[in-house]
């Protein structure tokens, strides 16, 4: 009995040793120059200069300019987004407002939220 305990703790700590968690930092040079960063922010401000114009594009640039408090540009892709279309979700007429008001244009900010104001309330609680 004592043999096969001697046999079982040894075990028991070399099995808990093998199973702990190592920090193992690998150098990896190949995957580095493999990929590479890939900036879609960037990509698309290019993709807008060439004239290339999609509701889903200026939706993207609006919301990437709003997210980093650039609201300037938030408020040039607002506009560029409007002149599509005006069948938007609720958020974007917010934002687009807020993003006009941040650059000192409230009148056209006010009228755009009269605009939101005047939607029928069901296409504002399905997209809500």
Known sequence: MQRKLALLVPLIVF???AAAQNETYYKTDKVGEKYVYVDVIKTYEKVAAKGY???????KL???SYSNCELEKAAEWYSELFALTTDLDPVYY?????SLRSI?????????IEKLKRKPKSSLKSKV
Do not use: P
Request: no cysteine; hydrophobic share 35%; glycine share 4%.
């Open 94 to 98: 917010y934002r687009y407002a807020e």
């Open 62 to 64: 609006g919301n990437s």
């Open 15 to 17: 099995s808990f040793r």
């Open 104 to 112: 000192s244009q409230n009148a056209k900010a006010d009228a755009l």
């Open 53 to 59: 114009k999609s509701v889903d594009l200026f939706q």
